[in-house]
């Protein structure tokens, strides 16, 4: 079974800047993209930023520019740098992986950090 282990959140006042870490209990190497989602109460979870295994990075609309995703392989990581945080960045943020078995996908979440922006 693999697990992802977040850290990193906790409170922080607007415009201020948190890092989040995931570490995952297999290689990062061996997952197809790694990545951050986040969900606040009645909403589903959204992605907020992903890396897949070549480098390539998508971001939500609403973060770009202030959020980065990086890999580091020796610490075996997926970070997420949040700079310039808003009130409305306040969710829990949900580490994911993915990783190719021999016919299918698996889908891995962490267990969640909670992030408040406070104003």
């Known amino acids: 079974q693999v697990q992802l282990v977040e850290s990193g959140g906790g409170l922080v006042q607007s415009g201020g800047s948190l890092r989040l870490s995931c570490t995952p209990s297999?290689?990062?190497?061996?997952?197809?993209?790694v990545g951050w989602y986040r969900q606040t109460p009645g909403k589903e979870r959204a992605e907020v930023a992903v890396?897949?295994?070549?480098?390539?990075?998508t971001y939500a609309n609403s973060v770009k520019g202030r959020f980065t995703i990086s890999i580091d392989n020796t610490k075996n990581t997926v970070d997420l740098q949040m700079d310039s945080l808003k009130d409305e960045d306040t969710a829990i943020y949900y580490c994911?992986?993915?990783?190719?078995?021999?016919?299918?996908?698996?889908?891995?979440w962490g267990q969640g950090t909670q992030v408040t922006v406070s104003s």
């Open positions: 994911y992986g993915r990783r190719v078995l021999v016919t299918s996908y698996e889908n891995y």
């Open positions: 890396i897949s295994r070549v480098g390539t990075t």
């Open positions: 297999k290689s990062i190497r061996s997952f197809l993209a």
